[in-house]
């Protein structure tokens, strides 16, 4: 995967620019979370995705109710038995999402310049001068000159099917709006977005408690991202709720940042939680254009040094519809990666959009091209100087072993971990081969019965950029003695091998504890 590895830096042949991309086990360092819907949640579907590059599957409770989505999860479970590829499990909160409701269903057309009310009332009919929202303290919040935005759920920004509004006057629980864009709403679900306004509601609301203490428990979820995170109380607050309910103290929180709330208190926010997912359509909104990609490449930035994987949304809306991203879609892939970012997250693409499939291949095949030409130098001296010296015991041991993968050009990095610490740690120094994590189970007991963790731990790996996990025999312990560290080394290369990850002559650098001492080693692999 990193053969043909050039940098932009230097003159490179036009011509060689064309030159076909080798086929890769991995489609690309970067991963992909796919959100599951209508369009992708049959078994057929999910496979597809699975095989075309989807690590994380994402279930939006914004979308459906709780039986929808557990047929969903059944299939995908399916699908992962029938393709082999493990697959992690993300639950979306709903948070303090403004929406319009509109029962009918029907189209409404909206008229630039026309006025439109927004009412509490959700008893009243969705038409063109009225519509139903589900929150009654938008009028206390807003004042005349601000700006609000409808979309459908997950719009991809056509000024065909959103709308801009502007407010001119506040009647009791009403608010008058100005229409600047004219537009039709279809479908049944609209998002609503005050821009730069303080919305007061509950980041985990009674709705999504529900929904993590039942379904998310039920399918002991990997991952919980955290809608519309605003503070690093918020981040406390949703881990204190998923410590109690005891299955899902190992789940880790990704905060969503959405708003100009949650910029504002994104170092404390990024120190709380488990990795940030930039969540640029609402970003989009709340922030001036001009300033939406500085704020990407400094919270990125932000997430590499601290070791945290961030996510990227919003790139190939147009493909919803269509086969293809536009131009700047496809460069705005590339730049994501280039930026920092662990793993592209696709919205209404994969739940709505016509391909699904074909988008997911598309994203992977712009991430792997854009890997080729990442400058890992650059990176790894930033990084190391960043974390500065003296540097502790396993960041010394991770940055040690990408250096010497990359001096002697090894095929991948083998490490051995049961908490899976060590390997992201590794994987924070974005070397340029695939990390390949061997998570070795261990034993634990309540007292009442016995079982072994290493799943949580293989699987939330899949989001982080470059890490691969494999489950080990649970016979063999992390920092077992020589005997038993060959063996299941053996397994990670023939692993390794029959995947074509590594071949006979490829250099491997392997990464374990031998007692209580972490090692370091090459090795050079034979016939």
Known sequence: MHSGHLLLEEPIRMVSILDPSKASFFPAMTKIVGTLGPRSRSIEVISRCLEAGMSVARFDFSWHDPEYHQETLENLKAAVKLTKKLCAVMLDTVGPELQVVNKSEKAISLEADDTVILTPDEGQEASSNLLPINFDGLSKAVKKGDTIFIGQYLFTGSETTSVWLEVSEVQ?????????NTATLTGALFTLHASQ???ELPTLSDKDKEVISSWGVQ????FLSLSYTRHAEDVRHAREFLSKLGALSQTQIFAKIENI????????ILQEADGIILSRGNLGIDLPPEKVFLFQKAALYKCNMAGKPAVVTRVVDSMTDNLRPTRAEATDVANAVLDGSDAILLGAETLRGLYPVETISTVGRICAEAEKVFNQDAYFKKTVKYVGEPMTHLESIASSAVR????VKASVIICFTSSGRAARLIAKYWPTMPVLSVVIPRLKTNQLKWSFTGAF???????????FPMLADPRHAAESTSATNESVLKVALDY????GIVKSHDRVVVCQKVGDASVVKIIELED
């Not at 009791?172 to 600047?180: A, E, L, P, R, T």
């Not at 709330?261 to 404390?268: A, V, Y």
């Not at 731990?457 to 890490?467: D, K, M, N």
Request: glycine share 10%; proline share 0%; with cysteine.
């Open 197 to 199: 306004i303080r919305i």
């Open 172 to 180: 009791g629980n009403d608010v008058v709006c100005v229409i600047k």
């Open 496 to 499: 390794g091998k029959a995947s």
């Open 261 to 268: 709330e949650g910029l504002n208190h994104f170092d404390e």
């Open 457 to 467: 731990e293989a699987r939330q790996s899949l989001i982080v950029r470059g890490l």
């Open 404 to 407: 010497a993968a990359i001096k």
């Open 219 to 222: 399918n002991k979820i990997d």
